[in-house]
């Protein structure tokens, strides 16, 4: 969770980190020092976990784990997890000849998070690429733009765009930054002009038209892909979605490098409600979210973005917080009207017919945009509102509009509905265990000599 007081996503650019096992932080620390259970339900509980093998838990809905080859275009990628409506999946090495063990079978995790930094950082070189390409119908002229623009042009290689990303950062995405020279502002003016011409230089023109699933895994690492087996406990997996901070965990077979599953926090939140009548679980989903330490973070610290917000700025506000949503909020009392998903970026990609002038559209135009075209979106012309609680609402009613919405939060609201705090799968999953001393070590010792050894770098321990 990100620290110290953010109310809005303006210029909020931090550093990257590096991709590196999540070292544990104050957050799980803090939730178990709040929680008002008894100390001997959560021993047994933990130990009842670290009893259940990973094999028990349901396979994914198809039966199948769904994989893509690592020489997939990024907008095929994309098309796949849309259709398949998941939001991430394992990436194959395409290479022939490539090690039989899981390292070198598979290349990493795809997922939106890492598509939205992928189209961030290269929409600056699309923009660039515009101007000097259409200066003309722009009203741009060549001079202008300079070497980014026409270097931007001719461009073939991975080498070569990762140089102009940070040559043309000036002509950002995301309204407020600066450049020298007048690139950014000739680059984003040429772009405000030329509509779905974007969409043709990002994804039908070099370098980005030959971008792959493969050079984003290797690019825009969020988490680290380290696969557990069937016979671990399931103990293990919910520590990793929950305080050391994974989206997802992939399971194989012991001595096979072939997953054969792939569970998620909403997965695990899925199964949890499923342990209705069973008494822990109805004793601990019917205390209120304050026995249980949540909202876990202050009024102060819930990121969110304002309705007339450039809807590609709250893509970067979720990419530089790696967050997964953000709720959008009007006025001072910060009014709750909508929210967006880091895997809506696919709309933008899927969609351009829809999104023509996307450089001015806001946040609230997208949300009607796709509440006129989508199925089941009511008849506001606004997509489904998110789902709301109030500070006094029991963990298991959350629990029960989380599962049924699959969504990965839910906003705490007061009678206005001012937006007061927010509860995630994260956070709905730590509230079920604490790690017994010393637990993960080993695991996680393991996890960084095969990490290493993959050459992904150095892994911090907790």
Not at 44 to 64: C, H, K, M, N
Not at 84 to 112: F, K, S
Not at 321 to 346: A, F, H, T
């Amino acid at each position: 969770m990100p620290p110290g007081r953010v109310e809005r996503c303006h210029d909020m650019d931090q550093p990257e980190e590096n991709p590196e096992f999540p070292s544990c932080d104050a957050y799980f620390e803090a939730i178990q020092s709040k929680k008002k259970l008894p100390l001997s339900l959560q021993e047994s509980l933990t130990a009842a976990f670290a009893q259940i093998p990973v094999s028990s838990f349901p396979e994914v809905p198809t039966g199948r784990v769904i994989e893509i080859p690592g020489d997939t275009s990024v907008l095929d990628a994309v098309r796949t997890l849309s259709e398949q409506n998941i939001r991430a999946a394992p990436v194959l090495n395409p290479e022939p000849g490539a090690p039989t063990d899981w390292q070198g079978r598979y290349l990493g995790v795809i997922d939106y998070s890492a598509i939205i930094r992928w189209v961030l950082e290269n929409a600056e070189l699309a923009a660039v690429a515009l101007s000097a390409a259409s200066a003309t119908a722009a009203g741009v002229g060549m001079g202008v733009v300079g070497a980014v623009g026409v270097a931007a042009l001719g461009a073939t290689g991975p080498a070569a765009v990762a140089g102009l990303t940070a040559a043309a950062i000036g002509a950002a995405v995301a309204g407020g930054l600066t450049a020298e020279k007048g690139v950014a502002k000739d680059g984003l003016t040429a772009a405000d002009h030329l509509g779905e011409d974007f969409y043709k230089v990002l994804l039908q023109q070099e370098p980005f038209r030959s971008t792959t699933v493969r050079s984003i895994v290797e690019s825009y690492h969020w988490s680290p892909f380290v696969p557990i087996t069937l016979d671990s406990s399931m103990l293990t997996v919910l520590l990793l979605l929950s305080k050391y901070r994974l989206r997802n965990v992939p399971v194989i077979e012991p001595e096979k490098p072939i997953i054969k599953n792939f569970i998620t926090q909403a997965g695990v939140v899925k199964g949890l409600q499923q342990c209705k009548g069973r008494d822990w679980f109805d004793y601990i989903s019917a205390l209120p979210l304050s026995d249980l330490g949540l909202p876990f973070m202050s009024i102060d610290e819930v990121i969110t973005v304002n309705s007339d917000d450039l809807i590609l700025e709250a893509f970067k506000c979720m990419k530089d917080n790696k967050i997964g949503g953000v709720p959008v909020v009007e006025g001072p009392k910060r009014k709750l009207v909508g929210s967006v998903s880091i895997r809506d970026i696919r709309f933008l990609l899927l969609r351009a017919d829809l999104f023509s002038n996307f450089r001015q559209l806001t946040v609230i135009e997208f949300m009607k945009t796709l509440g006129s075209t989508l199925p089941d979106s009511g008849n506001n012309c606004l997509v489904k509102p998110p789902p709301t609680c109030t500070p006094d609402a029991s963990l298991g009613s959350v629990i029960d509009s989380i599962a049924s919405r699959i969504t990965h939060r839910i906003y705490v609201v007061d009678d206005d509905l001012e937006v007061v705090g927010v509860v995630t799968l994260r956070d709905v999953i730590s509230c079920f265990i604490h790690e017994p001393p010393g637990y993960c070590d080993s695991y996680l010792g393991s996890a960084m000599e095969k990490l290493e050894g993959k050459g992904v770098g150095s892994v911090e321990k907790c």
